[in-house]
Every structure is written in structure tokens, then in C-alpha cells.
């Protein structure tokens, strides 16, 4: 258990109410991810981040700000919510060692917008 | 434009029989490549992972294949048991490592009795 947790995890809100996801993780790990789950698209990544302040655009990030200011959290911010982000969104963590490079996901935050 | 394709969206497989799960990629630059195992309401787990430089790696009764010049990578599952219903992922990387994924769109498998 890499001790990752999201919260909430569960959340319904309103169309034009900004919303802030959480991901907090115990073990120091540098990268962090953010997914949105859809049917028929699979896992897409919203931002990422490589440390402390360090982060990216992924291929869906349009709608969506994220910000590290401490390694464990890793917060996502919807500023203004739509019901096309409506979707099940992941956190995740990069682990690396002699002989894994992988990504482990949080349980996930099921969100919708009304 | 969907770099990574899995264009099963389902497989049903009787238990004991071999799970054969496809992967296709478009981006010949895509070094390294992971199986990632999803139940409903839970997170993606990682199953098994492959680097270009291979053509094959084994963990149990999972079996990864890749072939470079198809641009094509499979997942075997012998034998196949109930608990391996779930949705499997492919995921690709540009840079050897897990540092940066595309995801496929998933299949999802069901095992029956």
C-alpha cells in the first residue's frame, strides 16, 4: 500500500460552483497525477506533477488548475464546474525501484455536476 | 486522436482457457508499456510491464507480448479464473519509464464459470 488517499470521495455540486479535489500521499513521492476515467476514453490525464510547485498540462487539462505546494498533496481545482466534468477522477503516484517503474492510483472521487 | 487503441471493448473467456487482450499503438516512439487491471468502484492496479527492448516478460500466469514492427502489444492470461473479470488497461510511455502514461480505452473481461 503506497498510502495514497482522495478525498472526497464522493461529491455532487452544482454547474458553475468551483470544486477542489484532494490527493494526499505519505511516502514522499515526487510525481503526482490527476485522471479523469470516462466510458469509451479510458484513463486521460489532466496535469501532473514532477515536485513542489512543478507541474504540466496532460492531454484534458482545459477547465482544470492543480497546484503542490507541500510533496504530499496534490490538490485539483475545477473553477468554475460543468456537467461535462462530470467523471471519476484518480489520483496517482509514480513508484519507482530495482525493478518497477509504475504509476499507483488512489481510489478514486466520483463526481457530478448538476 | 487516440494514440493507444484497444479495440475490444469486451472479452468473455470460460475459466481455465487462455484471456487473450490486445493493445494497438500509432506512435512508434512509445518506449515502454504496462497492463493495468481495474474493479469496479477501486483504482487501477498495475499488473505487468514490458520495455521495448523486449519482446516478451512472464509474471505467473500473465504473459505480456510486444511486437514492435506491428505496433501491437497482448496480454495472455493462463489460466483464466473469475476474479480476472475486471477492465484491463494498456498504457505506453515516450520515455522508458513510468513518468508520463497514455492510456488505452480498456476491455473489459469477464471469466465465466
Known amino acids: 500500500d503506497a498510502g495514497i488517499t482522495q478525498s472526497p470521495r464522493h461529491k455532487v455540486t452544482e454547474t458553475g460552483t468551483p470544486v477542489t479535489l484532494r490527493c494526499h500521499q505519505t511516502e514522499n513521492h515526487r510525481y503526482m497525477y490527476w485522471y479523469r476515467q470516462d466510458p469509451g476514453h479510458g484513463l486521460r490525464l489532466i496535469h501532473y506533477s514532477y515536485g513542489v510547485k512543478d507541474t504540466d498540462k496532460g492531454e484534458v487539462s482545459d477547465g482544470y488548475s492543480v497546484s503542490r505546494s507541500k510533496t504530499e498533496d496534490f490538490l485539483l481545482t475545477l473553477e468554475s464546474a460543468t456537467s461535462s466534468q462530470t467523471s471519476v477522477y484518480f489520483c496517482?503516484?509514480?513508484?519507482?525501484?530495482?525493478?518497477?517503474?509504475?504509476?499507483?492510483f488512489g481510489p478514486g472521487t466520483r463526481l457530478t455536476v448538476l | 486522436d487516440q494514440q493507444v487503441k484497444q479495440n475490444s471493448p469486451s472479452l468473455s473467456v470460460q475459466e481455465g482457457r487462455i484471456s487473450i487482450l490486445n493493445c494497438d499503438y500509432t506512435?512508434?516512439?512509445?518506449?515502454?508499456f504496462l497492463w493495468y487491471k481495474k474493479y469496479p468502484a477501486e483504482g487501477p492496479t498495475f499488473l505487468i510491464s514490458?520495455?521495448?527492448?523486449?519482446d516478451k516478460n512472464e509474471d505467473g500466469r500473465f504473459t505480456v507480448f510486444l511486437n514492435k514492427s506491428a505496433k501491437h502489444l497482448s496480454l495472455h492470461i493462463v489460466p483464466s479464473q473469475p476474479g480476472d473479470s475486471a477492465v484491463y488497461f494498456c498504457a505506453a510511455s515516450l520515455t522508458g519509464t513510468a513518468s508520463k502514461l497514455t492510456f488505452g480505452t480498456g476491455t473489459r473481461l469477464q471469466v465465466t464459470l
Open positions: 506512435n512508434s516512439m512509445f518506449d515502454y
Open positions: 496517482a503516484i509514480r513508484l519507482t525501484g530495482d525493478s518497477t517503474d509504475t504509476q499507483y
Open positions: 514490458i520495455s521495448s527492448i523486449k
